[in-house]
């Protein structure tokens, strides 16, 4: 089997193509992969030097949204894994048009070069941001989508022409959307790695409003291993949700943090909530535990633990990508309220 992972080199894509090579995702054993990745801001060759040297792995750099490499690189590759996209909701509030570009556009594109060349499942991997906000109960794969913001509505963009290829071509599409990710490797601008990477630093914590906005934690390898039994035994033109079966607020998940590090909340500094902050999300997961077999593994905070572990024993990965990450948050929280 040939697998094209496209944003291989993020932190999903990468423990996607890791877990594959590796031969740890039933059913791909032996599989070869080419991972695909424009290598902007949070793509980073380093997330894959691990398997760099796998005879089965092979890397393009390239753009999703550039139709003749697309057509180039999706020819003769039997499974797309698309999980190329802009994801960081801060950036699409200060920039939309690029989220547009690669989150449709580059969707787009995959989907005609996959109809082209005969690709017999694209598997498009999406987020519960689509759906908007929940105050209570949660969602399952029958709801419509309702983002609040520019990168949900781009996400479920995506996900909408990936269904309307299967509806208008036939093509072997299916849909998994997933709660928030956090594990090793991930960019430290999102909260687990900015904080765990803060309190190590010594800087502050930068916490949004209240705190009290609402998420469902998923580690990425059970995140990995949804999308393998969706890609075994998902039905053409369904959705599925992905979860981790942990909801906090921002204020209890950074309780945790603070107590891993012995810290008080003198080291937390409240900033001005952002536009359009969605409250809470929550998926349903049992279509996919009844029809996939699938439910989280990792505990939540045996998995917390031995993210913070990762972090502090790999700070050759992270310090580089801290100081492109610090610059940009400081950037956006320099704007005043309502303008930012």
């Known amino acids: 089997m040939r697998i094209l992972v496209t944003g291989g080199a993020g932190f999903i894509g990468s423990e996607f193509a890791r877990a594959t090579l590796r031969d740890e995702l039933p059913g791909s054993e032996g599989a070869q992969v080419t991972v695909l990745d424009k290598l902007t801001y949070s793509g980073n060759l380093a997330n894959l030097a691990p398997v760099a040297d796998n005879p089965r792995y092979r890397f393009v750099h390239g753009d999703i949204a550039d139709p003749d490499l697309v057509d180039e690189v999706v020819a003769g590759h039997d499974l797309i894994v698309h999980l190329a996209a802009e994801t960081h909701v801060d950036r699409s509030i200060q920039s939309a048009r690029e989220f547009a570009h690669s989150n449709v ?3 787009v594109t995959l989907l005609e070069a996959a109809v082209r060349h005969g690709v017999g499942r694209f598997l498009c ?10 105050p209570e109960g949660s969602w399952d794969e029958d709801c419509p989508v309702d983002p609040n ?13 990936a269904l309307s290829f299967h509806r208008t071509h036939g093509l072997d599409v299916v849909v998994t959307r997933c709660t928030n990710n956090y594990g090793p490797y991930q960019f430290p601008e999102k909260i687990i790695p900015l904080f765990v990477t803060s309190l190590m630093e010594g800087t502050p914590l930068p916490l949004y409003g209240d705190g009290e906005n609402r998420r469902d934690w998923l ?5 990995c291993r949804g999308i ?14 992905i979860g981790g079966g942990t909801e906090l ?3 209890e998940l950074t309780e945790r943090l ?5 810290a008080g909340w003198d080291r937390v500094e409240r900033v001005p909530d952002r536009p359009g902050h969605d409250r809470r999300y929550s998926l349903d ?4 535990h009844k029809e996939l077999g699938y439910e989280p593994q990792i505990p939540f905070d045996e998995g917390l633990a031995e993210t913070i572990r990762w972090y502090r024993e790999n700070r050759d990965w992270w310090e580089p990508l801290r100081e492109r990450a610090a610059g940009s948050t400081a950037a956006r929280l320099a704007v005043p309220q309502g303008k930012r």
């Open 228 to 241: 393998q039994l969706a890609i075994t035994a998902g039905s053409p033109g369904e959705i599925y949700h």
């Open 219 to 223: 580690h990425v390898s059970d995140h």
């Open 258 to 262: 603070l107590a891993a590090f012995d």
């Open 149 to 161: 913001m520019p990168y949900a509505a781009a996400k479920a963009g995506s996900d909408l022409m």
């Open 249 to 251: 607020s921002n204020i």
């Open 125 to 134: 991997v999406s987020s519960d941001e689509v759906y908007g906000s929940i």
């Open 285 to 288: 997961i049992t279509k996919a």
């Open 105 to 107: 556009l580059g969707t």
